[in-house]
């Protein structure tokens, strides 16, 4: 932990986080009924807000004003006051620190500390004597699109235009996707923006992902800030590793859930053999600056090993896990005693395996993949979602899920009797 960090929460608790001073996660689309003409904008303090609709809407045309409205200044209050764990807005970061996971909070927070030359404790007392009011936007996650070509298992359609297709296709229809122009004062915010953080979707599909990095390079803006995307390793951006040059520092989050043919059935769409690829040229490229993914489900536990194998093959050592949270059914508390048993025997080797090698990241991961069992029991609720739920993935698929997973056989062919 970095000191401004650590004298951010000796000042204000261990339960604060930067995003909701610093940051905005801006997006101009959405999935909505189709009797709706136009869908507004909104801006949030994290992607992983879990809010009610038009919660964070932009009413007034005005990214700075959203920012400061009554719902931003409460959050912030909130956390100055040291009740993080009683915002149901911030729910999936609770959920997350709760059962052992890599804490997006915290994270988040790590992040601004490591890259940002900012006074954070000063500026939050500004914050506060400015009746919780802020003036510049320093870090922006922008999603401007849905637009994927990915499937994802545990994905939903407002986030990839492939899943939104699959639901359409499985009778969830009379939706739409809408896709907005930004906001009056989009530009002139990223004057003062340091970190741009570009999600989806996959970015790298993104007309406005490729239109916006050519503004800021003929804007003479892009050497003072750092980008990140998140890509599901579909591609490798050879047409912009120049333009990457032109910035401050490029940041690549990969998601990877697996090996094989866990990560084609988790990531519909997904061949390993590219993701593989382009993965490792993102990763071992000097210019870039890369972190892996990894979001635990209940498909993908049962090989966690596999993957930790394939880490330390590589020589990879930065990397995240998650707990998957678009669809918590999907995760370990659907998991009966007996899948879980052989998952956590599994792992309880390869720690054993790591641990006589020396070899610390990997250790800890094995043991923060142990600390989710203990924190996610099982639930029979969770068990009945996930096999209805997979029951549809493997319709409209021709891998099912016992072709990959086949430890999962009793309770699905019992559900087929």
């Given at each position: ?242 333009k990457f040059k032109k910035f401050k520092r490029v940041i690549y989050t990969v998601s990877v859930d697996g090996v094989g043919p866990v990560i084609e059935y988790q990531r519909r769409g997904a061949h390993w053999d590219v993701v593989e690829r382009n993965c490792l040229k993102i990763m071992h490229n000097p210019d870039l600056s890369g972190t892996i993914n990894y979001v635990v489900t209940a ?119």
């Open positions: 932990m970095t000191d401004s960090l650590q004298d951010v929460f000796n000042t204000f608790g261990d339960k604060m986080c930067l995003c909701p001073f610093f940051g905005g996660f801006y997006q101009t689309n959405e999935v909505v009924d189709e009797s709706i003409v136009k869908h507004p904008n909104t801006i949030r303090p994290c992607s992983l807000i879990v809010s009610p609709p038009g919660s964070w809407d932009i009413k007034t045309d005005s990214i700075k004003d959203t920012r400061n409205n009554e719902k931003w200044r409460e959050i912030r209050r909130l956390f100055i006051e040291g009740k993080f764990l009683d915002i149901p807005d911030c729910r999936v970061c609770t959920l997350t620190e709760e059962v052992g996971g890599s804490s997006p909070r915290l994270g988040a927070s790590q992040y601004f500390a490591e890259n940002l030359d900012i006074d954070f404790t000063s500026a939050i007392r500004a914050c506060i004597d400015n009746d919780f009011c802020v003036d510049d936007l320093v870090v922006m996650d922008y999603y401007p699109s849905n637009y994927c070509n990915y499937a994802c298992i545990m994905c939903a359609g407002g986030a990839s235009s492939k899943r939104y297709t699959f639901e359409v296709k499985n009778g969830n229809g009379g939706r739409k996707i809408v896709v907005n122009e930004p906001d009056s004062d989009f530009y002139d915010a990223l004057k003062t923006v340091r970190i741009l953080n570009f999600t989806g979707g996959e970015t790298l599909l993104q007309k406005q992902v490729h239109k916006l990095i050519d503004y800021l390079i003929d804007s003479n803006l892009a050497s003072n800030i750092i980008i990140s995307l998140l890509t599901n390793a579909s591609s490798y951006p050879d047409t912009l590793i120049e498909v993908n536990i049962l090989s966690a090993m596999d993957f930790i194998d394939w880490l330390y093959n590589n020589n990879l050592h930065w990397f995240t896990i998650s707990p998957v949270f678009r669809a918590e059914y999907l995760g370990i508390t659907a998991m009966p005693d007996n899948l879980r048993i052989v998952a956590q025997q599994r792992l309880q080797q390869g720690l054993k395996k790591y641990q006589s090698m020396d070899c610390l990241p990997l250790v800890n991961a094995i043991k923060t993949l142990l600390s989710m069992f203990d924190n996610a029991k099982f639930n029979p609720n969770d068990l009945e979602k996930f096999i209805n739920h997979i029951k549809k993935e493997d319709a409209a698929s021709d891998l099912k899920l016992l072709n990959v997973v086949p430890e999962w056989a009793p309770w699905l062919q019992e559900q087929e009797i």
